[in-house]
């Protein structure tokens, strides 16, 4: 099964480094000297990661055959894959891979069905589910402990706690206005 793990962004420098987006939470396995990774566009891989450090908070990442900008410059915003294990798991408990997500009934904690998930969307601030609905509408759903209660790979279901106007149109308005007896006009 392959994974992206990341995105090669700017050169940096005149050897051949190049930044990357990691996409993984695993960068120090899946991003280490000596790894294979396939890319897409396939016609710019299959790439090994000959060195790799952290400069400025940023991930600079060096290929073999890479040995000059012209070259890293080349290969932005190509994807990196990494070839995994199906049955491998995250090392945490609460982590999940995308693949074992993918196609998971949600449900709501009364049992009833919302959809299914079709796609993981990895955002800085957070994780979504796009969830595609039973009438073909998709909702999105912040994967955050406050909403996704549990993630039951067994049973193939999501159980979420949705709050108001999340799933549905039925919105609770608070007002920051106290309401009070005089209506003046």
Known sequence: ??????????????KGEVTVEVRTDEPELRLAPGAVLATEPASTG?????????????LLLRFEGVADRTAAEALRNTLLIAEIDPDEL??????????QLIDLDVVTEDGTEVGRITEISHLPSQDLFIVERSDGSE??????????????LAEQKAV?????GLID??????????ESGDDKA
């Open 90 to 99: 995250p090392e945490e408990e609460d982590e999940y891979y995308d693949h």
């Open 46 to 58: 299959p790439l090994t990661i000959e060195s790799g450090r952290v400069h400025s908070g940023r």
């Open 160 to 164: 979420i706690a949705p709050p108001p």
């Open 139 to 152: 909702v999105m759903i912040p994967f955050v402990e406050e909403i996704v209660t549990e993630i039951d």
């Open 1 to 14: 099964m392959q994974l992206v793990v990341a995105r090669i962004g700017r050169a940096h420098g005149i």
């Open 169 to 178: 149109d039925r919105a609770e308005i608070a007002s920051s206005r106290e």
